[in-house]
Structure formats: structure tokens, C-alpha cells
């Protein structure tokens, strides 16, 4: 009985800086065989720390891959006409290949409005309408950083993904919907939830994959885990000791989990991946 307590269960860690290293090196590859050097702008609006520290990250990646970055700064106070010029010099710009205009914005500003100004084509975020269906309709388009991020990191342990049932927590535009979409595209069968889901701890019980991204501190217990499935925490929580934690309660989860991505180190570098690799993508498939 000893020897099987001392031989306690341990997940899978799903590394995603090592997995994030391994495609910037195929980026840095592709971008030094290419005629033209592609251009990802930013546009930063404001004062919010956490977007200066995510624009920091985006410029140095940019830098290493050896992608033009060009970085738009724009007041606090400023209008939505201000942020729409800007947008559409960049739409002109025939060096500039991504647009990605950092969220959240300051209140005055009419987010929904602005993101859908961005050329489909530039649309590094994928978030562009246009992008949005062609995602739905199986087309081929632009697809936000994060769930394609998420989706390799998963196929890293689990290459296919095919008939598994899937579970997302968290319904966004920006991640939970486009995640259930890439996975229906890899033939799983995909629940989504969210915070008016009932009996959410059973349906995370029969996920093979389980995904969440809802932004509530160790959320996800270990006992809503189903012995052996793929987690993926996209969470980002501050907790009261200033250290970072993920909406699943991850050293618990580690007991019971075949796999599971950690916070930090798990998705976030793989955000970062994915723009540069949309940025590529953009360059050639749809740019000049």
C-alpha cells in the first residue's frame, strides 16, 4: 500500500514556452526567406499598465522573429475619431501587414466599433466580422492569438482530437467562442459553458478536454476534472499574496489531469506566438 502512495499520480505539465519557442524559431525561418519584411502595428490607447506590459512583450517578440514593429501611441483622453484615423492610415499603409488595436480601451471609447474598422486582412486578433464567419463557415481567415494558441498546445499531448468531448467555460467573442469552433473543427464534441450554465461541475466531469477561461481565482477543482483529461487553464488572476494563478486550481487538478497548462508559463506565451504567426500569415497570404 506504501509503494502505491509514493507512486502518486502526476499530470503531464504542457509547457507552453517551449512549445511557443519552437514556432517563433519556424517564424524567424519563414520571415528571413521572405521578399518583403512583414509590419505588425500596434495601436496603445492610454495608461492601463497591464496593456504597456503586453505591448512591451509583443515589440521585443517582434525584434526577435525580425517583424517591422511599429507602435502607435494615443492619450488617455482621445476620441474615437482620433483611434479611427489612426486605423485607417494603417489600413493604407502598405508596409504595415497586422493591426492590433490593445484592449481594453478607455471608457469614452466604442470598442465593438473601432476592432471591425480594421481590414479584415490586417485583422491579427481575428475579431474583424469578416474573420469571425469565415471561422463558422470552416473558411480560411484570420484567428484570434489565444484558442489557436490553446489549440496547439493541446494537440501537443493529443494529436487528434477527433470524437473527444470538449468543455469550454467562458463564452467571449474574443476566446471561448472561437475555441469551440476550432475544436468542432477538429471533429470534437464541444459543450459550452458559462455562468448561468446548470450542474457545470458534472458537465466538467465528462470532459476529455477542458478548457477554461472565465477569470475567477482556482475556479475549477479538482474533483469537476475527469481522471486523465486535457486542461487548459486561459486564466489570469492576481491573488492576494501578488503571486499569478489561473482559473483552475492547478497544484489539485495536477493529481487528476492526464495533462495540464500552468500560470504562468501555459497559454499566455503562446498568444504572443500566434500574432506573430497571423502577422506572417497576413504578409503572404494576404498582403503585398
Not at 477561461?213 to 483529461?229: C, L, N, S, Y
Request: glycine share 8%; hydrophobic share 45%; net charge negative.
Amino acid at each position: 500500500m506504501l509503494n502505491q502512495k509514493e507512486q502518486k499520480h502526476m499530470a503531464q505539465i504542457i509547457d507552453g514556452k517551449a512549445v511557443a519557442a519552437d514556432l517563433k524559431d519556424s517564424i524567424a525561418e519563414k520571415v528571413a526567406a521572405m521578399d518583403v519584411k512583414p509590419g505588425l502595428a500596434v495601436i496603445l490607447v492610454g495608461d492601463d499598465p497591464a496593456s504597456h506590459v503586453y505591448v512591451r512583450n509583443k515589440i521585443k517578440a517582434c525584434e526577435k522573429v525580425g517583424i517591422n514593429s511599429i507602435e502607435r501611441r494615443l492619450p488617455q483622453d482621445t476620441t474615437n475619431e482620433e483611434v479611427e484615423k489612426t486605423i485607417q492610415a494603417l489600413n493604407a499603409d502598405a508596409s504595415v501587414h497586422g493591426i492590433l488595436l490593445q484592449l481594453p480601451l478607455p471608457d469614452q471609447l466604442d470598442s465593438d466599433y473601432l476592432v471591425q474598422l480594421i481590414a479584415a486582412e490586417k485583422d491579427v486578433d481575428g475579431l474583424n466580422l469578416r474573420n469571425v464567419g469565415a471561422l463558422v463557415a470552416g473558411l480560411d481567415g484570420l484567428v484570434p492569438c489565444t484558442p489557436e494558441g490553446s489549440l496547439i498546445l493541446i494537440k501537443s499531448v493529443i494529436p487528434d482530437l477527433t470524437g473527444l468531448n470538449a468543455v469550454v467555460i467562458g463564452r467571449s467573442l474574443l476566446f471561448g467562442k472561437p475555441m469551440a469552433q476550432l475544436l468542432l473543427k477538429e471533429n470534437c464534441t464541444v459543450t459550452m459553458a458559462h455562468s448561468r450554465t446548470k450542474n457545470l461541475e458534472d458537465i466538467c466531469k465528462q470532459a476529455d478536454i477542458l478548457i477554461a477561461a472565465v477569470g475567477r481565482e482556482k475556479m475549477v477543482k479538482a474533483d469537476w476534472i475527469k481522471p486523465g483529461a486535457c486542461v487548459i487553464d486561459v486564466g489570469i488572476n492576481r491573488m492576494e499574496n501578488g503571486k499569478l494563478c489561473g482559473d483552475v486550481d492547478f497544484e489539485a487538478a495536477a493529481d487528476v489531469a492526464g495533462a495540464i497548462t500552468p500560470v504562468p508559463g501555459g497559454v499566455g506565451p503562446m498568444t504572443i506566438a500566434c500574432l506573430l504567426a497571423n502577422t506572417i500569415k497576413a504578409a503572404t497570404k494576404f498582403g503585398s
